[in-house]
Nanobody, 123 residues
């Protein structure tokens, strides 16, 4: 069965960096597009980044470009999200997702989602 397990979350100060990992199993990771989605307190789900066949095929919304970088290690069946220059507004639960059908309107009832990793940016 598909399993997605995020790790690497925690508390960081503004301007700091953090790398999230998503360990996967139960499917052929190397041929599966993968995504990161987040949800800040009181806000709707927000698409963070996408990655397709390899590390050269990535997409990130303009608002996060330059700070967030998605990558994957197909040999390890692991997805990553490198976050830098973190801001208070980046505080959210970050989810690793397989089979996300809409980046503009992420639907928790579609695809497969990890349990989420809490990222808190605060002084």
């Amino acid at each position: 069965q598909v399993q997605l397990v995020e790790s690497g979350g925690g508390l960081v100060q503004p301007g700091g960096s953090l790398r999230l990992s998503c360990a996967t199993s139960g499917f052929t990771f190397s041929t599966s597009p993968m995504y990161w989605v987040r949800q800040a307190p009181g806000k709707e789900l927000e698409w963070v980044s996408s990655i397709y066949v390899d590390n050269t095929h990535t997409y990130t919304p303009k608002s996060l470009q330059g700070r967030f970088t998605i990558s994957r290690d197909n040999a390890k069946n692991t997805l990553y999200l490198q976050m830098t220059s973190l801001k208070a507004e980046d505080t959210a639960v970050y989810y690793c997702v397989k089979d996300l059908d809409s980046v503009s309107h992420p639907n928790r009832n579609r695809g497969f989602w990890g349990q989420g990793a809490q990222v808190t940016v605060s002084s």
